[in-house]
């Protein structure tokens, strides 16, 4: 089953979003996207990208149309030993398909817990949509395809980007978590000694592809020589 639902909504950190989606494209995962007016913004804002809700085309979010297989993703292909991904050392892996998903379209396919998927990401997840999913208030397709993947008991994923956290947000990650999700802040580690900002947003992505069951080799693990 290789389609994923990736949701980017309005907090900040829109780049571990746009990464994760060319991480995702060039694992041959089919994503299926939905984005959120306040995350037009903030992509605008993080990255200079000007994203159309009403006329999107991807080359809006990824400007190269190659970017699937971008210069670092061919480097860590050219890289990969035999204990490597099989993402990055099997060149004959096909490019994932990519789906635009209108915010308010609920005629959507994954709308429905009869459309068979992998997983939901929401990355990043701003508070507001973090408080709509632990209370089951579904106000657009962001929503409800998150509420569906919780009652199908599938992987549901948010990546919220905040600091600090209060007793609210606290209380409503609590109450997602206990509903079946997984809640994975976008908290970059450094045993792998990272050297770029790209180092540490991999990081996140690469967490994110783990509990898709995705395999990447981005960043070095613990342990790793």
């Known amino acids: 089953m290789n389609n994923v639902v990736l949701a980017m909504t309005g907090a900040s950190g829109a780049v571990y979003g746009v990464r994760l989606l060319e991480v995702l494209l060039a694992a041959g995962r089919n994503v299926h996207l939905v984005i959120s007016p306040a995350a037009t913004q903030v992509l605008a804002h993080e990255l200079g990208l000007k994203v159309d809700l009403d006329h999107f085309v991807p080359e809006q979010l990824l400007p190269d149309p190659h970017a699937q297989v971008d ?72 929503h409800r395809a998150a509420d569906v993947h919780l009652k199908e008991r599938r992987k549901l994923i948010v990546v919220p980007r905040e600091t600090p956290l209060g007793s609210i947000q606290l209380e409503n990650m609590k109450r997602l978590v206990d509903a079946g999700a997984v809640v994975l ?34 960043v070095k693990r613990w342990g790793q020589p």
């Open 185 to 218: 802040p976008a908290m970059p580690a450094f045993y792998h000694q990272p050297l770029t900002i790209h180092d540490l947003i991999d990081f996140v992505v690469s967490r994110i592809c783990d509990q898709l069951g995705v395999p990447v080799d981005l």
């Open 71 to 142: 210069p670092q993703l061919q480097l860590l292909r050219s890289r990969s030993g035999p204990q490597a991904s099989s993402i990055f050392s099997d060149s004959d892996v096909q490019p994932g398909r990519l789906t635009y998903h209108r915010y308010q379209d609920y005629n959507a396919g994954i709308a429905s817990g009869s459309f068979p998927t992998a997983g939901m990401v929401v990355c990043p997840c701003s508070m507001g949509t973090l408080a709509c999913l632990a209370n089951g208030m579904s106000q657009n397709l962001i």
